[in-house]
């Protein structure tokens, strides 16, 4: 199987469904000419034109809008924020008048449309470039939100929120693109809702989605040096929300560490222990435990950055305390 | 907010929005799709007068008038935006030059208080969306007969009774009449059946609101989401 980088996966995704359905179209600030500021657009606007492949100006509320009127009448575009960063400048449209249209509406029009960027902090990019958007947008009833975090998740993901009748938000890591992962030639297309089991152990539970899946997965490597094995629960879509997988698993470990790259406050974390205290309470061995981004707007400073993100130690040790081993 | 969300797919009618300025954008979405398609509809985008004082407004109008969207984007300069009249929130005082920033947008404004010459700007409006695919910003100067809402005093604090009365003065349907009669087309009894078949219009529409049902409970989580059923999934996971 060829092993591909996630931006390509995503690349790969986007090519295929302009090729399949010539309703979609992707419209953004750099998507054209420039080849995407990320290059996930790379070599659309030759293969599609600039009718399908549209460069916008930096407006990012009037053309999230300009979207979800061209979805209401049939068409499906791809709105690509340069980052989720800007989508704040949009969020009335995403929020207001995508979610909701249906609803408002009885039931009249649906909005088909796709919001995707990256998300999430890279490396020093300080404060106002730094953020995990999931937990605010899984908060709105009417959208669906999607963080996948292999080349293969983002490949069948996005094609499936290309496909969707629903307004979709695809947050991309943004320091995963380069990351590298096995992409089949053939087509496939990878469910919303459906979480997955990406390492499979008994001991204890990590839930969690996106970017942190390599957190995850890393942790679950050193973890199991010590004879500790846990079930990483990736999430995938966050809204809807596979809770069946949640409680699955946490049935079987008895132990839930939930990971996640956005604040503690009001975070995906805060619903997903919800969960798990009223569908496993006889099951708990251990309260269930975040990790989580400090309560801090993202610092600049490469090493209090580094003192603010999740990462591996922090989720050993809480893994580890749920154990009770610390 | 409350009840302004009508729509009604058969007519195009796209609603319905209640965020000042957000359905500018859409709108100029809609005639993005119709250029996308090659078709020669027109999107027509109705908004108050305090919508020129929002970014979403401009932004749309950039980007209708960059990429020649046929929309006609019409301004009801009812002189209120809620409480704030226009000269207290706009700096300027003429609201269609808000167009002249936009090489491509064609403006203009008309008097509001007569139907026949609101008819004719916006035929023209619309017969250049339709020929040229290019866009107009149209301002309809009007005045509001009723307070902004139900909670809403007839003059309020923010107008004067003496403001109100002058202009109904200038109602647009006497206005019309008056003008129909003088070419002598129209007689009192024309009018006042027609004014009967109106106001029977409007009452049975007011009976059926009376008359409906409320919702069924089950109602409340419908129409959050769609079935996708475009397409069915083709594989499944890894």
């Known amino acids: 199987m060829p092993i591909i980088t996630y931006r390509d996966a995503l690349n790969q995704a986007l090519r295929e469904e302009m090729q399949r359905d010539d309703r979609v179209f992707i419209m953004g600030e750099e998507v054209g000419v420039y080849n995407g500021a990320y290059k996930v657009s790379k070599g659309l606007l030759e293969e599609f034109g600039e009718m399908r492949v549209v460069d916008t100006p930096i407006a990012e509320l009037g053309f999230a809008g300009i979207g979800v009127g061209a979805a209401m009448v049939g068409l499906r575009p791809i709105i690509e924020f340069m980052t989720w960063n800007f989508a704040l400048l949009a969020i009335d449209q995403v929020v207001n008048s995508a979610a909701k249209m249906l609803y408002m509406s009885g039931g009249q029009y649906n909005v088909p449309i796709v919001f995707r960027g990256p998300n999430g902090a890279a490396l020093q990019l300080s404060a106002q470039h730094s953020q995990a958007w999931e937990s605010w947008l899984m908060h709105i009833p009417g959208l669906k939100v999607v963080t996948p975090g292999t080349p293969y998740d983002a490949k069948g993901l996005l094609k499936a929120a290309i496909r969707d009748d629903n307004p979709v938000c695809f947050l991309e890591g943004e320091m995963l693109y380069n990351s590298r992962g096995e992409v089949p030639e053939e087509e496939y297309v990878i469910p919303l809702g459906k979480a997955e089991l990406k390492r499979e152990g008994d001991h204890c539970s990590i839930i969690t989605n996106g970017k942190m899946i390599l957190v995850a997965l890393q942790a679950a490597d050193q973890l199991a040096k010590d004879g500790i094995r846990v079930d990483v629960v990736d999430l995938r879509t966050v809204r809807p929300l596979d809770v069946e997988a949640i409680t699955t698993s946490v049935k079987k470990t008895n132990r839930a560490v939930v990971l996640e790259e956005g604040w503690e406050l009001a975070g995906i974390g805060g619903h997903i222990a919800d969960v798990i205290q009223r569908e496993c309470f006889d099951h708990l061995d251990a309260p269930a435990l975040r990790v989580h981004q400090a309560d801090v707007p993202m610092p600049y400073a490469k090493n209090l950055e580094r003192a603010a993100k999740p990462d591996v130690a922090k989720t050993i040790a809480a893994v580890r305390k749920v154990m009770y081993l610390d | ?238």
Not at chain 2, 12 to 25: C, K, Q, R, T
Not at chain 2, 47 to 64: K, R, T
Not at chain 2, 65 to 75: E, G, M, N
Not at chain 2, 101 to 106: I, K, R, S, V
Request: net charge negative.
């Open chain 2, 1 to 238: 907010g409350g009840s302004m969300h009508m729509f009604d797919r058969s007519l195009n009618f796209l609603g319905g929005h209640g965020i000042v300025g957000s359905h500018v954008p859409v709108a100029a979405g809609v005639g993005f799709a119709i250029k996308y398609r090659g078709g020669d509809q027109v999107c027509v985008c109705f908004m108050g007068d305090s919508v020129v004082n929002i970014g979403a407004f401009h932004e749309a109008l950039n980007m209708a008038a960059l990429w020649k969207l046929p929309v006609v984007f019409v301004i009801e300069n009812n002189r209120y935006g809620m409480g704030t009249a226009v000269e207290r929130a706009a700096a300027i005082k003429d609201l269609s030059r808000r167009g002249a920033a936009y090489d491509g947008l064609a403006h203009a404004a008309v008097d509001g208080m007569n139907v026949l010459e609101v008819r004719e700007q916006a035929a023209v409006a619309i017969e250049r969306a339709r020929k040229e695919g290019a866009p107009t910003l149209l301002e309809v100067r009007t005045y509001r007969f009723m307070g902004h809402s139900m909670s809403d005093a007839v003059s309020g604090t923010y107008r004067t009774k003496a403001e109100l009365e002058e202009y109904v003065k200038q109602d647009p349907i006497l206005h019309l009449r008056h003008t129909m009669q003088e070419a002598g087309e129209f007689t009192d009894a024309d009018f006042e059946a027609l004014d009967a078949e109106v106001k029977r219009i409007v009452q049975d529409a007011w009976d059926f609101a009376d008359n409906s049902p409320e919702p069924p409970l089950e109602a409340l989580f419908e129409d959050v989401l769609v079935e996708t059923t475009s397409e069915p999934v083709i594989s499944v996971g890894a």
